[in-house]
């Protein structure tokens, strides 16, 4: 009986043993035919497989062409070997399913990889070169049909380069500290190499960094009256110590290897004991009786205006405009007594009449934009001089014996403003959380807008007309006409997009380009049809100052402005003054044939004079603006063409347009104040409104669609496979999210050129290509 018992188990252990295999062996053959591919044709065969002539992933192997541990920004490549099971060499098609991909592990950043078939009489090596730009630890897998090829995936570790004194920079920077002497002061440097990578090596080398000091307006050099320290600090950060044994005003400039570093150049005010008591007290009593004694200076002339005498018109005295009188040196000039109030929003310059009634003759704001230039001592009463520039007012020299102490006070009142450090992301944060506050006692309940697609605008205006500046700040809830829809952020979000797009299409005429292409920066048009009210101005100014609001409550309320506006558009906001300078970004084509040509050319004989020609649709003349009083007759030399195009910038970008921007300031200030927006320059504060658009790469991919490019470009960017034909496969989607910043938000409807970073894509296309993507 046992016996029996014992066959019948055998039996059963044997079937099932051969139903194992038989499934094994199919599963086989199957992953054979799958990975053997349809184009081997007669090598898809029970017979090839029983002799082990299929590839095999796990018998391949991966060679590296370089030695760990390796830096990073150097060429860097490895060699992937394939053989059949049997161990013989594996030859490789042009059409081999190989994969390789590399990606960061902390950042998910993927790298792009090239395909090279080695020409040996095997032909079953295959090369992978790559780039590595940022530090760190890599995951490299490599994959045939699916399967893992050898011990895929392997990880590799590349450190930081050198240092470059270029990308380093100085944590938490200020343009001007405030010290006391014989105070020490610890300034944090970042070490980054050429891509911006921490690098942590250099903290052994120590003795390389240095500061320089130079006292403001003193000729020489400052260095014996400064200590410094340098030694290790955390996160791979380099600590200097430095104290100043000397009171005044000093520029310094901290170097590596004898280079600048990024952020290296800035101004120290040490102050003595009884002067910071002074400017402690100024700042605790918040600028409130806080006044300076001391003298201004008259305004210096532009360079050379001479005003010329025209046969025709009656004659006039030079000495009638100050603009064209001849006297001594602008310092020489008698200075005349004024006070200076100082105070947490503004710097003023006083003048009291009969010693009773005051005059105000300059204001500044305290912002970033108000910059300090420390001049010598005058000639007439040997007190400190400082020059003030705000880049609205012309600029005012003044001297004080207490000239130290007014700029320290500025200085710590400009800190506060800002929230004590100049960098962007620290000036967002600031923002934001000084928005709220301005706000925070104003309830955020619904409020409901019905609107219309078809008249936007004008539905918008309807239901946005009697709205309070408390009523900005509630969360709209957005109904469609003739639509049903819950507004749970959806709704609100595209009603932004398209009143955006309504507002600044220049298709609508209240804003325009300067040139007729459709990327051209969009500005206030001064030549608006009579039927577009000036109140559009105040209502887009409401509208942008909304999405700053809502942009500034966080989650899912972040709202981007749809638009791309002119530099000297958002100089005008934040109130700084006109200069050349903006022609090349806002009106590039005037800036080439004109502006370009008078600042390289000798124009002498070309018959230019402080005036605009206006001309109508027609071409004919319409009339003659002056830039300045009687500049029909003042002709333009090499010495005041800067002064001319100055003025023509002011005239253009500014006068034309001045009724506009008043307005959209008013619509924009009942929501935002003007001393929040100050604490930008005009390219942060496009960054604030239009921000970068984040693109998810993968998505981006499967869901574009390029318009344009030669058949060539075509054929590169849909190739696959191994061999130079791959070069641009993918690359274009795996660019940027390397570091190339497309910026979506800032072009109109769905069009979006790819702007390239030189720093990370110059390589990725010879020539180079500039498609454009639609995203659909």
């Not at 035919?33 to 992933?57: A, D, F, Q």
């Not at 520029?251 to 003595?272: D, E």
Request: net charge positive; proline share 6%; hydrophobic share 35%.
């Amino acid at each position: 009986m046992l016996y029996v018992i014992g066959s019948v188990t055998g039996l059963m252990c044997v079937l099932l043993i051969t139903i194992k295999f038989l499934f094994e062996l199919s599963s086989r053959v199957l992953t054979f035919w799958h990975h053997e591919g349809r184009e081997r044709g007669t090598e898809r065969t029970i017979y090839n497989y029983v002799r082990g002539k299929y590839l095999e992933p796990r018998a391949c192997q991966v060679s590296w062409d370089w030695n760990d541990p390796c830096e990073v920004g150097q060429s860097m490549g490895f060699r992937v070997h394939l053989f059949y099971r049997n161990g013989h060499p594996f030859p490789v098609s042009g059409t081999a399913a190989l994969r390789v991909r590399i990606i960061h592990t902390e950042l998910s950043l993927e790298i792009p990889v090239t395909l090279e078939l080695i020409q040996d009489p095997m032909r079953n090596v295959v090369r992978a070169a790559f780039t590595v730009r940022r530090s760190g630890r890599y995951q490299i897998s490599i994959s045939v049909g699916g399967l893992s090829v050898g011990h895929s995936p392997y990880y590799k570790a590349f450190h930081p380069g050198v240092v470059v004194p270029a990308k380093t920079e100085i944590v938490c920077h200020f343009s001007t500290l405030v010290l006391t002497c014989g105070e020490q002061h610890t300034l944090q440097i970042a070490p980054r190499d050429q891509y911006g990578n921490a690098a942590y090596d250099s903290v052994k080398d120590l003795d390389s960094y240095n500061l320089s000091l130079s006292e403001l307006g003193v000729v020489g050099m400052a260095d014996g009256c400064c200590q410094t320290t340098v030694c290790h600090g955390k996160q791979n950060r380099v600590l200097m110590q430095l104290s100043l044994t000397q009171t005044g005003c000093f520029q310094a400039t901290l170097r590596y290897q004898g280079r600048p570093i990024s952020n290296g150049h800035f101004n120290i005010i040490v102050l003595s004991d009884v002067e910071k008591a002074a400017v402690d007290n100024n700042v605790a009593r918040s600028g409130v009786g806080v006044f300076f004694e001391g003298y201004l200076y008259p305004p210096s002339s532009p360079p050379n205006v001479s005003k010329q005498q025209n046969p025709s018109s009656p004659t006039q005295k030079e000495d009638s405009n100050p603009l064209f009188s001849s006297t001594a040196p602008e310092r020489m000039k008698k200075p005349k007594k004024v006070y200076f109030y100082i105070s947490p929003k503004q710097l003023s310059i006083k003048e009291f009449y009969l010693r009773i009634i005051p005059w105000r003759l300059f204001t500044f704001r305290v912002c970033p934009g108000t910059k300090f230039l420390y001049l010598p001592p005058d000639p007439l009463h040997g007190l400190l001089s400082l020059q003030v520039d705000d880049g609205l007012q012309p600029p005012i020299e003044i001297s004080c014996k207490d000239r130290n102490i007014i700029a320290a006070t500025f200085t710590r009142f400009l800190h506060l403003n800002i929230g004590g450090s100049e960098t962007f992301l620290d000036k967002v944060s600031f923002f934001q959380k000084e928005l709220k506050l301005i706000h925070c006692k104003k309830n955020r309940n619904k409020i409901t807008l019905r609107v219309s697609r078809h008249s936007l605008l004008e539905t918008s205006l309807r239901a946005t007309r009697n709205f309070s500046a408390s009523d900005w700040t509630k969360s709209f809830e957005v109904i469609f006409q003739d639509e049903e829809a819950l507004d749970w952020g959806g709704p609100r979000r595209e009603w932004f997009e398209l009143i955006c797009k309504v507002l600044f299409d220049t298709n609508n005429k209240l804003f325009t380009r300067f040139s007729d292409t459709s990327q051209g920066l969009v500005h206030p048009n001064p030549c608006r049809p009579p039927g577009l009210r000036i109140k559009l101005y105040e209502f887009a100014g409401r509208v942008v100052g909304k999405c700053l609001f809502e942009s500034s409550q966080g989650g899912g309320y972040e709202q981007l402005v749809r638009a791309r506006f002119t530099r000297s558009f958002l100089a005008q906001i934040i109130g700084l003054r006109m200069h050349y300078k903006y022609f090349e970004t806002d009106d590039p084509d005037f800036f080439q044939s004109k502006v370009l040509y008078i600042l390289t050319h000798d124009i002498s004989e070309a018959d230019l004079v402080f005036a605009e020609e206006k001309y109508g649709r027609g071409g004919q003349l319409e009339k003659m603006v002056e830039l300045i009083p009687g500049g029909a007759h003042i002709p333009v030399s090499n010495d005041n063409k800067i002064y001319y195009l100055n003025l023509l910038a002011q005239h253009r970008l500014c006068n034309q347009v001045r009724e506009e921007v008043e307005h959209f300031l008013k619509g924009l200030n009942e929501l935002v104040p003007d001393n929040l927006l100050g604490i930008f320059d005009e390219n942060e504060l496009e960054l604030l409104m239009c921000g970068t658009g984040h693109i998810a790469v993968q998505d981006f991919q499967a869901h574009a669609v390029v318009i344009g490019g030669s058949w060539h470009f075509r054929e590169k960017l849909n190739a696959g496979g191994i061999g130079p034909s791959a070069t641009v496969h993918y690359r274009l989607f795996s660019a940027a999210s390397r570091g190339v910043c497309i910026f979506v938000s800032k072009f109109p409807n769905n069009w979006s050129p790819l702007s390239w970073d030189p720093a990370y894509s110059s390589h990725l296309f010879q020539p180079a290509l500039s498609p454009y993507i639609r995203l659909l």
